[in-house]
């Protein structure tokens, strides 16, 4: 699989852009908190963010009908014109709050679709179930599980430079990736479905996609996973939007976003071993789910003032994300393994897209009550309500005895 020169072009390109991302991450953060000193607009840009998401949902089954080499490169370069502009309208203009949230959107637009784009490659360029998983572990962990380094780095750089470096780094590595991307070969560059697209022409086709692709939302069992992913994304955007009140630091709240890759990456290759492919789905899910919500509500009781104690609450989101990382890759993973191919790119972008639809407004709110109630008690509410989702699927037999990834009978 790692001599299959697409995978290791989309892969080597993903380590790339989550550098800059990380980038990224940190410094817009910081550049709205430091313009504000509010975690309103820090939750208001978040909100901003994550709403696009939702955008890509109605764009998802042009994904089947596009050429995506072209695609992938015309995102980048982009991408690239959009965070460059930050810093230089900084240097010779002023500024404005508006202007970043701007930018903040349409940036997350465009990365939004081309995530689950290159997720619905991999069943054309991969060959078979035990590749797909292997596939998805090594695209996770480029896409998260590097977060676990860069988050750090980028932590260290902007606090000796300063939060503008972060534009100027990220810019050059969405030209890299453009270059990169010229050497995808026709596979990925043909349509799956050799057609143009046509609104007018083809408006009927386009539905008949889109329905095709959310029915397999019928599934009892996967709607009820569905809505459960639904409200955990919810309460991991309300905690995440009280990190830049709740961290000390600019290094500190790089951190908690190093956890979020680094529980990643090793969640994903416990995914992996014999001993966790042994049990139950079900009581993989139930016991991942309960467990982030009792590490959270933790994380909400310590005396923060104290530095060890800072250090257990970076511990304990380190390991909800450990329990994250295998609860995501085993979900997306079932889902490949069961759907038509030909519906992976509908199906792709509807699990990730109805998966955080209530995201922005977790991030609204989360910004919201933390200048109101304060970062802690936003994170033993976000506790709380993870603890609660766990509950419910454990009550829910289908869900409970979930025994592998052939389980569902779609």
Do not use: H
């Not at 290791?8 to 790339?16: D, H, N, P």
């Not at 492919?277 to 009581?283: C, H, I, N, T, V």
Request: aromatic fraction near 14%; charge should be positive; charged fraction near 10%.
């Amino acid at each position: 699989m790692l001599k299959n020169r697409n995978f290791m072009v989309l892969l080597l390109a993903r380590f790339i852009s989550n550098f800059g991302d990380s980038l990224y991450g940190v410094g817009i953060v910081f550049l709205i908190y430091s313009m504000t000193g509010s975690t309103f607009y820090t939750g208001l840009a978040l909100f901003f963010q994550s709403s696009m998401a939702i955008v890509q949902f109605f764009l998802s089954p042009l994904f089947n009908r596009v050429n995506m080499k072209k695609y992938l490169i015309l995102t980048q370069l982009i991408q690239a014109i959009l965070l460059i502009s930050i810093p230089l309208i900084k240097l010779f203009s002023n500024l404005s709050i508006w202007y970043v949230m701007i930018v903040v959107s349409l940036s997350s637009l465009i990365n939004q679709i081309v995530y689950p784009g290159q997720l619905a490659l991999l069943p054309r360029i991969l060959n078979s179930e035990e590749e797909i998983l292997k596939g998805n572990s090594l695209f996770m962990m480029a896409y998260q599980g590097s977060d676990a380094i860069f988050n750090s780095i980028s932590g260290l750089i902007i606090s000796l430079t300063s939060i503008y470096v972060a534009f100027y780094i990220d810019s050059v590595t969405f030209l890299l990736n453009a270059a990169l991307f010229l050497l995808l070969t026709s596979i990925v560059a043909k349509p799956l479905i050799d057609e143009k697209f046509s609104f007018k022409e083809n408006l009927d086709s386009y539905f008949k996609d889109f329905k095709n692709g959310l029915s397999i939302w019928k599934n009892p069992t996967l709607l009820r996973f569905l809505v459960a992913s639904m409200f955990i994304n919810f309460a991991a955007t309300f905690m995440f939007a009280s990190f830049p009140k709740y961290s000390s630091s600019e290094f500190e709240y790089s951190l908690y976003l190093s956890c979020m890759g680094l529980g990643t990456i090793i969640g994903i290759s416990i995914a992996n071993t014999k001993f966790l492919r042994s049990l139950d789905l079900g009581k993989v899910f139930n016991f991942g789910i309960i467990t982030i919500g009792i590490y959270w509500i933790f994380m909400a009781n310590l005396k923060l003032e104290i530095l060890s104690f800072r250090i257990i609450s970076i511990i304990l989101y380190l390991l909800s994300w450990i329990n994250a990382g295998v609860v995501s890759i085993y979900t997306q993973t079932m889902i490949q393994v069961n759907v038509d191919k030909s519906k992976i790119a509908v199906v792709m972008s509807s699990l990730y897209s109805l998966t955080v639809i209530l995201s922005p407004i977790g991030s609204l709110l989360g910004g919201s009550f933390t200048e109101i109630i304060g970062a802690k008690s936003v994170v033993f509410i976000s506790g709380i309500i993870v603890l609660f989702v766990g509950i419910l699927i454990l009550f829910n037999k289908n869900m409970r005895n979930l025994k592998n990834f052939n389980d569902l009978d779609l």
